[in-house]
């Protein structure tokens, strides 16, 4: 099993940047293929972008192309998600999760680890 916890979240201001971090422990994490969703108040969950177990796969929504980056760092158990040129309708909460497998997927039912959440809030 794996624990996931996020951070990085905050309030900014449209047009800003965050790198938000999802710090994993207990079961080698470079063992899961991994991913972000993030889900606004009244809305589904949506899918961000997912990542291989070995960082070379990399998965993202077409709308997020280009503002939204997937990183990790298996040495230090840690998986990014780099957010640029951010907009109102960016605000939700951002949920990292794993799965057990190699590969990035886009279905939040693939995953079997999840975090508990950080709030990111874009002001206009």
């Known amino acids: 099993q794996v624990q996931l916890v996020e951070s990085g979240g905050g309030l900014v201001q449209a047009g800003g940047s965050l790198r938000l971090s999802c710090a994993a422990s207990g079961r080698t994490f470079s063992r899961y293929a991994a991913g972000w969703f993030r889900q606004a108040p009244g809305k589904e969950r949506e899918f961000v972008a997912a990542i291989a177990w070995s960082g070379s796969i990399t998965s993202e929504t077409d709308s997020m192309k280009g503002r939204f980056t997937i990183s990790r760092d298996n040495a230090k158990n840690i998986m990014y998600l780099q957010i640029r040129s951010l907009k109102p309708e960016d605000t939700a909460v951002y949920f990292c999760?794993?799965?057990?497998?190699?590969?990035?997927?886009?279905?939040?039912?693939?995953?079997?680890?999840w975090g508990q959440g950080t709030q990111v809030t874009v002001s206009s």
């Open positions: 999760a794993a799965r057990e497998g190699s590969y990035p997927a886009d279905s939040a039912r693939s995953y079997n680890y």
